[in-house]
């Protein structure tokens, strides 16, 4: 009887502490899950974060073209905004030229070689601060009067998600089609006043 009551506790307390040991295993492993899932969070956390940052920065150069125009509408200097290709990364707009002889056609080309430089980041330092691949177009889908001015702004998004259908600018330029972002917005640009006789637009 002396013997088994001694030999009891001896094999109880090595089967504590196996018990012990595999909760501490357990404990490690869950543990390490849960860091792995809380760095992948992290991760995903900035991506969003650069992704709000690139559309916030569109929007804002959208909205500059747009202003622009709108206080720019004459015939001659609307028609001078239309792009033959997308301006910003990857373009050369000689901005040292001379401007054109009419004021409002001058103001167009100054209004194209600013946004340009905007698009590709250059008012901050080091060409970094705009969307990455940013590039800009500047279509008139409708030519007749009342005209309308299509400024789209597109970029490279960090992942893929959609191809947009609402504009062809940029396209082919980004890979995939699906990490192109875009942004566009329309400008309807109406005649001021009517020859009563004719109906013909006297003024732009």
Same mark, same amino acid.
């Given at each position: 009887?002396?013997?088994? !009551?001694?030999?009891?506790? /001896?094999? !109880?307390?090595?089967?504590?502490?196996? /018990?012990?040991?595999?909760? /501490?295993?357990?404990?490690? /492993?869950?543990?390490?899950?849960?860091?792995?899932?809380?760095?992948?969070? $992290?991760?995903?956390?900035?991506?969003?974060?650069?992704?709000?940052? $690139?559309?916030? &920065?569109?929007?804002?150069?959208? $909205?500059?073209? @747009? #202003?622009?125009?709108?206080?720019?509408?004459?015939?001659?200097?609307?028609?001078?905004y239309?792009?033959?290709?997308?301006?910003?990364?990857?373009?050369?707009? #000689?901005?040292?030229?001379?401007?054109?002889?009419?004021?409002?056609?001058?103001?167009?080309f100054?209004?194209?070689?600013?946004?340009?430089?905007?698009?590709?980041?250059?008012?901050?330092?080091?060409? @970094?601060?705009?969307?990455?691949?940013?590039?800009?177009?500047?279509t008139?889908?409708?030519?007749?009067?009342?005209?309308?001015?299509?400024?789209? @702004?597109?970029?490279?998004?960090m992942?893929?998600?959609?191809?947009?259908? !609402?504009?062809?600018?940029? &396209?082919?330029?980004?890979? #995939?089609?699906?990490?192109?972002r875009?942004?566009?917005?329309?400008?309807?640009?109406?005649?001021l006043?009517?020859?009563?006789?004719?109906?013909?637009? @006297?003024?732009?």
């Open positions: 009887m002396f013997l088994t !009551s001694a030999r009891a506790p /001896v094999a !109880s307390r090595r089967a504590s502490r196996g /018990v012990t040991m595999l909760e /501490v295993l357990i404990a490690i /492993v869950i543990l390490a899950i849960g860091l792995l899932g809380l760095a992948s969070m $992290q991760s995903r956390m900035q991506i969003a974060e650069f992704e709000a940052y $690139q559309r916030a &920065q569109a929007i804002v150069l959208l $909205q500059d073209m @747009v #202003d622009r125009i709108n206080a720019n509408r004459t015939k001659k200097a609307v028609e001078k239309v792009t033959a290709n997308p301006l910003g990364t990857a373009t050369t707009l #000689d901005c040292t030229a001379a401007a054109p002889a009419d004021p409002a056609e001058a103001r167009a100054m209004d194209m070689c600013d946004w340009s430089n905007a698009l590709k980041g250059a008012a901050e330092s080091g060409n @970094v601060g705009a969307m990455a691949g940013g590039r800009g177009c500047i008139m889908p409708v030519t007749t009067m009342p005209r309308e001015i299509e400024v789209a @702004v597109v970029w490279q998004g992942a893929p998600i959609l191809a947009p259908g !609402s504009t062809t600018c940029g &396209q082919g330029l980004y890979g #995939d089609e699906r990490a192109r875009a942004l566009i917005a329309r400008i309807k640009i109406g005649c006043q009517n020859d009563p006789t004719t109906g013909n637009c @006297v003024t732009l």
